[in-house]
């Protein structure tokens, strides 16, 4: 997918940026094998979707935002830190 694509150096960036901070930064393909549990159990309807598991909840929160630039998605994760 281009969108994916086009967010995989902000993604990786992310995930350097949070590495030791226990958050864990992780990609999960949710078409093919996958997509039934992607639907029914995330609801996820559209792709790429960023999700957030907060230990303390059992559901995940959406990332309500398409920017997919670095700042945004730190941004998104210290505001529900």
Same mark, same amino acid.
């Given at each position: 997918?281009?969108? *994916?694509?086009?967010?995989? =150096?902000?993604?990786?960036?992310?995930?350097?940026?949070?590495?030791?901070?226990? /958050?864990?930064?992780?990609?999960?393909?949710? %078409?093919?094998?996958?997509?039934?549990?992607?639907? =029914?159990?995330?609801?996820?309807?559209?792709?790429? $979707? /960023?999700?957030?598991?907060?230990?303390? $909840? *059992?559901?995940? /929160?959406?990332?309500?935002?398409?920017?997919? %630039?670095?700042?945004?998605?730190?941004?998104?994760?210290?505001?529900?830190?």
């Amino acid at each position: 997918c281009v969108v *994916v694509q086009a967010m995989e =150096a902000s993604y990786v960036e992310l995930a350097e940026k949070l590495s030791g901070s226990g /958050i864990k930064v992780a990609k999960f393909r949710a %078409d093919g094998e996958q997509k039934p549990f992607a639907q =029914a159990e995330l609801q996820l309807q559209s792709f790429p $979707t /960023i999700l957030l598991f907060p230990g303390r $909840t *059992v559901k995940p /929160i959406k990332y309500p935002s398409e920017k997919r %630039d670095v700042q945004s998605l730190l941004a998104f994760v210290n505001s529900l830190r």
